[in-house]
């Protein structure tokens, strides 16, 4: 057996622990850009923090998911601040691109010469510029991963940008932030830290570290998403969905993905569409296909085994089995109003590209089982 495990430099975790980033920005530089997701309002506390701490700041908002044009804005703006720390305060997007901006900062300016897929994909080689990640929705757990997702219109895909440089420095997570969350935004978020908890689970490359995380974290989304999406001021439940996210993040950067990542690439390159409702779309049906792939090609797996004690985990069961699992998320899609692939202007004649894509994107090396074209197919049909 052989692994890597990294993280954040540092993680802190608790009701009130964003009180604890002035002082630590502080410590690494005095001008700070501030990213933001697209209304900048919402970062008043932490802002008027910063400047009580006598850090000056620049800020960025970024409007929905960030693109190749947005980052190398950001990374002016950086500049034109002569910003000398990062803080990034959102969802998934507004840390990605802080990551990002982060990262190009102290490398060079330009996303296309390091992305993957569309760009030259050159290593990233200096470390990034101190960056601050603090999350405000419970699901990417990208306080956590070395990666950023950016959108390319003009390709029509997402890619990354990837290295162990971009790993934040610190991961402030509070579930305070956390309260004000609407209800379908906690779903789809909540869903997207489930996936990623099964995915990292079964991946190809879990090792006995991911494996604890996902032990750790199956039972709060079990207990606790449903509580935190009918009652968004529920302090316990909104505590679990937080940590389930951090634990979904430290696990996917350290195994791998599958199917729904592999599907959500794309689909989020050619469609606006959050990528947490994407997920969402095609959790059960991407495991309800992986299961019987399984079932009939390998029998014996230790990936069956594994969606087993991922039944008994998540449905409090302990004679459940793997196909129990695909009713039980089912239900959860729907008591949580997931809506079908087909909301965001998805039909048929998008299968073949979508597949096409799917097969060939990074996350789907992760899968438990080499799913066949077929297969694929049936996975992107279900989901409409
Ligand atoms: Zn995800």
């Given at each position: 057996m052989t692994f890597e495990f990294a993280t954040a430099s540092r993680i802190v975790f608790g009701a009130g622990s964003v009180r604890e980033v002035a002082s630590a920005a502080r410590q690494w530089g005095s001008r700070a850009l501030v990213v933001t997701g697209g209304n900048p309002n919402r970062a008043g506390g932490l802002i008027r923090q910063l400047e009580l701490a006598g850090l000056s700041l620049a800020a960025f908002p970024v409007r929905g998911e960030p693109t190749v044009a947005a980052i190398r804005e950001g990374v002016r703006a950086a500049r034109e601040g002569r910003c000398d720390v990062v803080i990034a305060i959102g969802g998934g997007s507004a840390i990605d691109a802080g990551k990002a901006i982060a990262a190009l900062m102290t490398n060079g300016p330009e996303p296309l010469d390091y992305l993957e897929i569309i760009g030259r994909g050159q290593p990233i080689a200096n470390p990034s510029a101190p960056f601050i990640a603090i999350p405000t929705t419970a699901g990417t757990g990208s306080e956590v991963t070395r990666n950023a997702v950016l959108a390319s219109p003009e390709h029509g895909v997402k890619a990354s940008l990837r290295s162990p440089h971009m790993l934040p420095r610190l991961a402030v997570v509070d579930p305070e932030l956390t309260f004000n969350l609407p209800a379908a935004l906690t779903a789809s978020t909540g869903l997207d830290a489930l996936t990623q908890l099964l995915e990292a689970w079964v991946s190809?490359?879990?090792?006995p570290i991911t494996d604890g995380f996902c032990r750790e974290g199956l039972p709060l989304v079990a207990r606790s998403l449903r509580r935190a999406f009918h009652n968004g001021g529920d302090i316990e439940a909104r505590s679990d969905m937080s940590l389930a996210a951090l634990l979904s993040g430290l696990a996917l950067a350290n195994a791998a993905l599958g199917a729904v990542h592999g599907f959500a690439a794309p689909v989020g390159g050619m469609f606006d569409a959050p990528h947490g409702a994407v997920c969402a779309a095609l959790l059960p049906h991407a495991t309800a296909v992986n299961i019987a792939a399984l079932n009939s090609r390998?029998?014996?797996?230790?990936n069956l085994r594994r969606y087993a004690e991922a039944a008994r985990i998540l449905i409090g069961n302990a004679c459940a089995s793997a196909d129990d699992l695909i009713p039980w998320l089912t239900d959860l899609c729907r008591d949580l109003e997931i809506p079908s692939l087909r909301a965001y202007g998805i039909g048929e004649k998008h299968e073949a590209s979508l597949v096409e894509k799917a097969a060939r994107s990074n996350s789907m090396k992760g899968n438990p089982i080499a799913l066949t074209a077929a297969e694929l197919h049936e996975i992107i049909a279900r989901a409409l």
């Amino acid at each position: 057996m052989t692994f890597e495990f990294a993280t954040a430099s540092r993680i802190v975790f608790g009701a009130g622990s964003v009180r604890e980033v002035a002082s630590a920005a502080r410590q690494w530089g005095s001008r700070a850009l501030v990213v933001t997701g697209g209304n900048p309002n919402r970062a008043g506390g932490l802002i008027r923090q910063l400047e009580l701490a006598g850090l000056s700041l620049a800020a960025f908002p970024v409007r929905g998911e960030p693109t190749v044009a947005a980052i190398r804005e950001g990374v002016r703006a950086a500049r034109e601040g002569r910003c000398d720390v990062v803080i990034a305060i959102g969802g998934g997007s507004a840390i990605d691109a802080g990551k990002a901006i982060a990262a190009l900062m102290t490398n060079g300016p330009e996303p296309l010469d390091y992305l993957e897929i569309i760009g030259r994909g050159q290593p990233i080689a200096n470390p990034s510029a101190p960056f601050i990640a603090i999350p405000t929705t419970a699901g990417t757990g990208s306080e956590v991963t070395r990666n950023a997702v950016l959108a390319s219109p003009e390709h029509g895909v997402k890619a990354s940008l990837r290295s162990p440089h971009m790993l934040p420095r610190l991961a402030v997570v509070d579930p305070e932030l956390t309260f004000n969350l609407p209800a379908a935004l906690t779903a789809s978020t909540g869903l997207d830290a489930l996936t990623q908890l099964l995915e990292a689970w079964v991946s190809v490359r879990a090792n006995p570290i991911t494996d604890g995380f996902c032990r750790e974290g199956l039972p709060l989304v079990a207990r606790s998403l449903r509580r935190a999406f009918h009652n968004g001021g529920d302090i316990e439940a909104r505590s679990d969905m937080s940590l389930a996210a951090l634990l979904s993040g430290l696990a996917l950067a350290n195994a791998a993905l599958g199917a729904v990542h592999g599907f959500a690439a794309p689909v989020g390159g050619m469609f606006d569409a959050p990528h947490g409702a994407v997920c969402a779309a095609l959790l059960p049906h991407a495991t309800a296909v992986n299961i019987a792939a399984l079932n009939s090609r390998e029998p014996e797996s230790e990936n069956l085994r594994r969606y087993a004690e991922a039944a008994r985990i998540l449905i409090g069961n302990a004679c459940a089995s793997a196909d129990d699992l695909i009713p039980w998320l089912t239900d959860l899609c729907r008591d949580l109003e997931i809506p079908s692939l087909r909301a965001y202007g998805i039909g048929e004649k998008h299968e073949a590209s979508l597949v096409e894509k799917a097969a060939r994107s990074n996350s789907m090396k992760g899968n438990p089982i080499a799913l066949t074209a077929a297969e694929l197919h049936e996975i992107i049909a279900r989901a409409l």
